[in-house]
């Protein structure tokens, strides 16, 4: 997967702060990267970061290892390790999370469940990322739109 939203599009050429398809790596791989390990490392390693496959097994290892490293290599120790969610609720196109659903009713928006359903796990990713409290949520909204979620 190699594909930039357009809600990022004002950092991806510079891929100065981590785009969604890294987030959803991390959450895959299981590692906390912060902000300040990812502008550490140069354009091309950060490009490796976004092209490099984390789907299988192997594939999620490989990148765990890599990315660990390289945190390692600019921070002398590696970045700290989070659970890895056997069922993350971007797979689950039957149920929109609660955070998701108040999130788009505060935008006016009523997300339906077939709509949900036809989302992609990296769209339902980002929704359920924008969508928290914890996170600078100004691109929820120029998501909801992007997804054709909002009905004009």
């Known amino acids: 997967m190699s594909e930039f939203f357009q809600f990022e599009t004002d950092f991806v050429d510079?891929?100065?702060c981590i785009p969604m398809?890294?987030?959803?790596?991390?959450?895959?791989c299981g590692v906390k990267l912060?902000?300040?390990h990812w502008n550490q490392f140069s354009q091309s390693?950060?490009?490796?970061?976004?092209?490099?496959?984390?789907?299988t097994?192997?594939?999620?290892?490989?990148?765990?290892?890599?990315?660990?490293?390289?945190?390692?290599?600019?921070a002398g120790q590696p970045a700290a390790e989070l659970p890895i969610d056997p069922h993350p609720p971007w797979l689950d196109?039957?149920?929109?999370?609660?955070?998701?659903?108040?999130?788009?009713?505060e935008c006016g928006v009523t997300i339906a469940r077939e709509d949900w359903?036809?989302?992609?796990?990296?769209?339902?990713?980002?929704?359920?990322?924008?969508?928290?409290?914890?996170?600078?949520?100004?691109?929820?909204l120029?998501?909801?739109?992007?997804?054709q979620l909002i009905k004009c």
């Open 57 to 74: 097994a192997t594939e999620v290892e490989a990148y765990r290892e890599f990315l660990q490293n390289l945190v390692a290599g600019y």
């Open 14 to 16: 510079s891929l100065r």
């Open 117 to 140: 359903e036809a989302l992609t796990p990296s769209q339902r990713f980002a929704l359920i990322k924008l969508s928290r409290p914890s996170h600078e949520n100004r691109n929820f």
């Open 34 to 36: 912060k902000l300040t």
């Open 142 to 147: 120029p998501a909801l739109k992007e997804f």
């Open 45 to 55: 390693e950060r490009q490796v970061l976004v092209v490099m496959p984390c789907e």
């Open 21 to 28: 398809q890294v987030r959803l790596k991390l959450d895959t």
């Open 93 to 105: 196109a039957t149920q929109i999370p609660g955070e998701v659903r108040v999130k788009a009713e």
